[in-house]
């Protein structure tokens, strides 16, 4: 993966909470039209590296590229104007407002600026379209009226997607999207994780193997802050270091 | 209560409003066109605190100090001779404006208490500097002879032309915060208040944001301290003193804050007791105290919030 | 201008500094251990200083009334935070500003119906009322130089308690993470009320030392909670280091200030703008002090990270 076609790149980055390396040396890319997932035990450093790529934190050392652009300094919501979406591991919606409002406030974040003080907000039709889409889409038509916090967990991990992908973005990350989640709720996330992957380049930090395997290019593991394996799934499923460093002795990566 | 029952009440308060100095002068009752004129002013501050703290989560414990501002914006020229209310106004709102905005950079960068205790040293910063300059009369303050010259056959000097001036700008600002509220705008704000951290990741500068909140609420407080500037004819650093901006949250939340009627309400309650309650005790604090610790316990939404959920049942 | 006026200035600045410390101490550990914002604290500043000021009277001593008006103050402390404070950790900041803002009024008006309208003065006992030689032949008010005395112990008191007992490790630990205490099986309520109690205690104590010099009236404790706000936010919230340091740096800051100011500026300045600009500028001292604290380190000096 040269710089050139890389949607999102993370060079040798670090970082570190008082003397534990939460990050250590982390070199990723992401590229359009692919699932490049991340693996590892708890702790091992995968939430704290969404966190450093979507730039609530700021690496103690390397550079990130989101399409060519150097952002390792550049606050969260510019990364996010310059196409940067992502969802967060314990839901963070606006419970007291609908979910249609939701997804509005999301899709009204893509616009230069909502320095306007007059007119009622929500009105313009291409606003209101682009919403019943993506409500669409997350199956939540019928919910739209709901208020966001009435909803069961399962929707508002749907949600939390909509609301990500409501910019239209290049690059998402997803940081445990089925945490939770039934099987057939699993099953339609995988159908969409497939269907959105065409436009963007998804980094998805995920426990649940089924996931995991179905839907990703490429597999990453992580283990206290540093990667110890990246590959083809199928790599990854046999290569026995991730398997004992993941699931210690006796288990196998075929949850 | 249902729409249309809104619009006839807000009609009917609206008429007894426009007539209501038909009646003091009728009844010869200066003193309750007073304690309205004050009312409303203090009704408009209430209205621009309600704007950073009800909707937008910013708990300013200073917020007074732009009462002061825009007091002194119109004492400082009077004391100058210079009495064109036009020109008053316009260093009102630009010295409000501006305070609010070299002080909400500072500010702003902090969350949670620190930003209340922040805004509160602000205000008492200002405090100390004009109780400092013995030219505007420091601690003893300063008096208007002459209220502001509006021009265009008003004489200010009528406390029943007042009176319809403060009206005026009271439905302005009523009206505007309505609107404010429902714009692109007032929706990122309340969202800001609700859930900062997602805002920023969907693509929001929510400092900006939240600057140029913090900058209108001030200076709609400006225009209330220009009012009342000329209201008294008698202006000081009290004004400012943070006790007074405690008693604008209290109305705030007497009557319910981010509602845009709340405000009104809770100035209404406020003045109501400090208005009644003397007449039977001199030790009226006191139970204005107890008042402000029940509302502070049980009232959420303020009296107008309790209203509602009886009328729910 | 010579050493001997500034090192008496510097030795206001201390005083002014220890009181603040008082005043802080407890505000500061309050807000830290049980996310409290009590506006009302000033009422125990009060509260002590009228307190004292009566017992003086009655019992025609000086020594007696402070060593009684203490632990009467942290008395009241007790009953206040038992019967209003505790009901108040779960509301959020809003709420809490506006009880303790009615607390203020209530304190307010039943000091005035228990004392009158008018402050009270009381007179120090003749030992204290003269002037000491000090260091360098300055002389110096020999109480003025008792309350620095007192303050300074009141904070070694505190210092080991806080680091070297029991109590105060919880404390300290309550200040950074008051479930793990909790947890612990700590019966953290009687921690808090110890906490406020002693806060009560170290701001009453503060008023009663102050009183002699000033006098004991309605309200006193308002405007000097303002600078004790701006001192917890500099020195940053839950820390009694943070409140020390804070304390003197701003003690000194806003008396060296005012009292020099206007010779400093006379430097750069014509006489005529140094003296009108002086008084405003030394004003603001403290709070661009503060503002320029709070815009390096958001959390104050010895503050721990905002969560």
Redesign the interface.
Known sequence: MTLMTAALEAQSISRSFGGIHAVANVDLSLAIGQIHAVIGPNGAGKTTLVGLL?G?LKPDDGEIYLRQRNVTAM????R??LGL??T?QIT??????SVF?NI???V???HRH?????????QKSSLTDRVHELARQMDLDQDQAAKAGELSHGKHRLLELA?AL??SPSVLLLDEPAAGLGIEETQHLIAILDHIKAHAAILLVEHDMDVVFSVADQVTVMVDGRIIATGGPDEIRSNQQAQRAYLGEGESLDA | MTPSARWYLGGAALVAALVFPAWVVYAQEPFWLDVMIRLMILAIAASSLNLI?GYSGM?S?GHAVFLGIGAYAAGIPAYYELHNGWLQLAVALGASGAFALLTGL?CL??????F???T???A??MY??L???E?YGGDDGLVIYSRSEMGFGVDLNSNVQLYFLVLVCLLAVLGFMH??I???????IR?IK??E??????????FH?RL?CYVISGMICGLAGWLLGNFTGFISPEMMD??RS?EL??MV?LGGAATVIGPLVGAGIFIGVETLLPEFTI?W??Y??????I???FGRGGLLGWWMRWRQG | MDGALIMVQVLNGLQLGILLFLLAAGLTLV?GIM?F?N?AHGAFYMLGAFICATLTVWLDSFLLAVVLAVPITFAVGVVVELG?AR??YQ?D???????T??????A???V??IWGPEGMTFALPEILNGQVGLFFGIEFPVYRVLIIAVGLLVALVLYLVVSHTRTGMLIRAGASNRRMVEALGVDIRMLFTLVFAAGAAMAGLAGLLIAPITEASIGMG?EIL?VA??V??IGG?GSVQGAFFGAMLVGLIDTLGRAFLDNLLQLFLSHQAAE?SA??I???LI?IL??VI??FR???LFGAR?S
């Open positions: 979507a609530g606050p969260v919501h510019e996010a104007k979406g992502r967060f963070s919606l606006f419970p007291g407002f409002e509005a406030i999301a009204q974040g893509h909502s320095f306007r003080f007059w007119s009622p907000a929500y609301m409501a910019a | 703290l708990v414990l500072v960068r902090t969350h949670g208490a620190y209340i205790m922040i509160l040293a602000f008492q910063m100390f500097i109780v400092s300059i030219e609107r404010l429902r714009s692109d705008f007032g929706q990122v969202s609700v859930n951290v997602r805002m920023q990741a969907l693509g929001f500068a929510t944001y140029v943070w006790t405690g949250i209290a939340l030790y604090h006191l204005l105290g107890i008042l402000l610790i509302v502070a316990k | 807000f996310d914002i506006l209003i009901q108040l509301a900041h809003l709420e809490q500003i506006l009880a803002f009615g607390l203020i009024l209530i307010d008006t039943l005035q119906m308002n303002i706000f701006v917890i936010v919230i009108t008084p405003a030394s004003a603001m709070y503060m503002a709070l815009y958001p959390q104050g905002a």
